[in-house]
């Protein structure tokens, strides 16, 4: 007869009662997640600049990032609430279902007051009077229609003749000349131009619009998306002086232009691409209608 000592008698025991507990530890029920709602923020339209009476096109799409599907037609309480601009909507239901992880977009044409100024649009995803993700808003800058009036104008394209006519910043110029007749108040590297312009009396935006110089900044070696010759997107970063272009065209909703400049790939030459700026990128734009 085999003899245990007292501590081994003590494991085996111990290992005794777990093996015949374990179908018991394992047929307990998992407890489950509870169902969350939260909205949260897929894409939007940038904030539009524009003349006093002229209206526009917005949009704020906005993402289910919870587990439950917002019901439509005020079903389990989904709807939504509209404030300051979009105030007039009040407490309105949801027009379709939205799973998880799918999308929904609000988009209206609206024309802000003629007043110069910045207005906001924006509303609240909720349920039963609850709101269930942030803010969401768009604001539109209705600018003052004489702020034209004051713009300066240099003698001359201050890049070109020069060492300096194979440079962005010389194409720019004389698109602007082109446009306005005038010459803009900058001298300096691409990324000083809005600051610049702003100095000379020229009107400086977040919005695109056809007929005006973009300025795309270093910021920190971001990587710019554009379109390269065969119609596949890349990436590039700028460099630390910056890059303006022409802007000729708009598309994706205004998350997308179409610009003519020089010296893309650092080689003299004149060129065309389209670019995306979504609405985030750090761009500006000088105006040349006003």
Known sequence: MLFLKGRTKFLLA??????????????????????????????????????????VYIFVRVVNVGSTTWRANGRDGYGFFGLDGWATYGRADLWRDVGPGSTITFGDTVTPPTRPGVYRYGFLITRYGQSIGPYFFIDITVRDAGAGSSRRSLRQNPYCP??????????????MHEATNLWMTVTGH???WPDQARVGGWTVGSSPETSSVIVMPYDNGRQYWYMDADGGWRQTAISSYGHVGWVDAISCSGLCVHLRDRNWNLDGRDGERWLWIGSWEPVSFIYSSY
């Not at 018991?24 to 904030?47: H, K, N, R």
């Not at 020069?162 to 698109?175: I, K």
């Open 162 to 175: 020069g060492s300096f006519c194979d440079q962005c910043t010389a194409f720019a110029e004389e698109m």
């Open 190 to 192: 691409a990324f000083q």
């Open 14 to 55: 111990v290992a005794i009662v777990l093996a015949s507990a374990l179908p018991l530890i394992l047929s307990q029920p998992q407890v489950q997640a509870a169902p969350s709602d939260s909205a949260g923020l897929d894409s939007q339209s940038v904030y539009p600049t524009i003349n006093p009476g002229d209206s």
